[in-house]
């Protein structure tokens, strides 16, 4: 938020250190939206973390898959669902679910993943559906990986806390919506 920018291991030094091994901290679930790059957001360098974007934050089961790979395979103990202001995916499927059109292509598939989301922004209300739906779709993705199968016994011991983020475009502010682990 700030701008002062550390710009951290991001050279041929680190480059050389995780090229044979990486542990990451955080993994993060984010929109492929360009102006919401999680490495650059959070000034990480190389090897920080594990990075998944999709249309809206939709999963499916590759997706799912590899959110689980860090916390499952070397313990990262840190996923970030990140939603954002203003986000294209969530304006388009709102459309199309409200007016019973569906997406061209592939898009549809995005606009189905989302129908949670929309039916919990209507059931809500409120000024502005699609900033309430997009904010549904994080602490909803958020909830379903908390509880995951395989995600939800991590969690329950403390190693590892699954948060629903997010981002404001306006100011660079990154709002925790759902999942913080209590303070000891």
Do not use: W
Not at 47 to 60: I, K, P, Q, S
Not at 68 to 78: D, K, N
Not at 158 to 178: I, M, N, P, R, W
């Amino acid at each position: 938020m700030s701008g002062d920018l550390r710009h951290p291991d991001r050279d041929p030094n680190r480059r050389e250190f995780v090229a044979q091994k990486q542990e990451p901290f955080g993994a993060i679930l984010s929109c492929i939206d360009s102006r919401v790059p999680p490495e650059l957001l959070f000034d990480t360098g190389l090897g920080d973390l594990y990075v998944m974007r999709t249309g809206g934050e939709a999963v499916g089961p590759v997706v799912t898959g590899s959110v689980e790979y860090g916390p499952m395979t070397s313990g990262t103990p840190l996923v970030v669902v990140l939603g954002h202001q203003r986000c294209g995916a969530v304006a388009a499927a709102y459309r199309s679910i409200r007016d019973g059109k569906p997406l061209p292509g592939n898009l549809d598939a995005i606009a189905r993943a989302l129908r949670p989301a929309y039916e919990q922004a209507v059931r809500e209300g409120g000024s502005d559906p699609v900033e309430t739906m997009a904010r549904a779709q994080v602490e909803l993705t958020a909830a379903d990986l908390r509880s995951n199968q395989d995600l939800a016994p991590l969690v329950a011991k403390g190693a590892l806390a699954v948060v629903g983020a997010y981002y404001s475009l306006d100011t660079g502010k990154v709002e925790v919506l759902a999942g913080a682990p209590s303070k000891p």
